[in-house]
C-alpha cells in the first residue's frame, strides 16, 4: 500500500520557521518528482513547490521564493519543505505528492497524495 505521510506542521508566529516532512512508503519513489502543496480555508489548493526526481531541479511558487526550500532523501524516502520567515498567508494545510508526470514542475500530474499536515502562522 503506497502512502505520504506528512509531519511536523504546528503553530508558529510570524517571522518563525517550520520544516516539514513527508515519508514515501509501499513502494521506492526514487524515480518520481515530489510536490508541496497548499490549502487554506475557503480557498482551492494551490502548488507550492516541486523537486525532480534526481534533486537536480527544484521550482517553487513566486510567493515562496526565497523563503521555503525544497529537499529530498532519497536513501529514506522522504521529502522535506524549509519553510523561514513565515507570514499569516501561509497558513494552510499542506499536502506533499508524488508522481511521474513531466508537467511536474507545474503542479499537475501527481498521482499520490498524503492527508495533510496543518500549518498556522499567528500575526
Known amino acids: 500500500q503506497v502512502q505520504l505521510v506528512e509531519s511536523g506542521g504546528g503553530l508558529v508566529q510570524a517571522g518563525g520557521s517550520l520544516r516539514l516532512s513527508c515519508a514515501a512508503s509501499?513502494?521506492?519513489?526514487?524515480?518520481?518528482?515530489m510536490g508541496w502543496f497548499r490549502q487554506a480555508p475557503g480557498k482551492e489548493r494551490e502548488f507550492v513547490a516541486a523537486i525532480s526526481w534526481g534533486a537536480g531541479s527544484t521550482y517553487y511558487v513566486d510567493s515562496v521564493k526565497g523563503r521555503f526550500t525544497m529537499s529530498r532523501d532519497n536513501a529514506k524516502n522522504t521529502v522535506y519543505l524549509q519553510m523561514n520567515s513565515l507570514k499569516s498567508e501561509d497558513t494552510a494545510v499542506y499536502y506533499c505528492a508524488a508522481g511521474t508526470s513531466s508537467a511536474y514542475y507545474r503542479g499537475t500530474g501527481y498521482t499520490y497524495w498524503g492527508q495533510g499536515t496543518q500549518v498556522t502562522v499567528s500575526s
Open positions: 509501499g513502494r521506492t519513489f526514487r524515480g518520481d518528482a
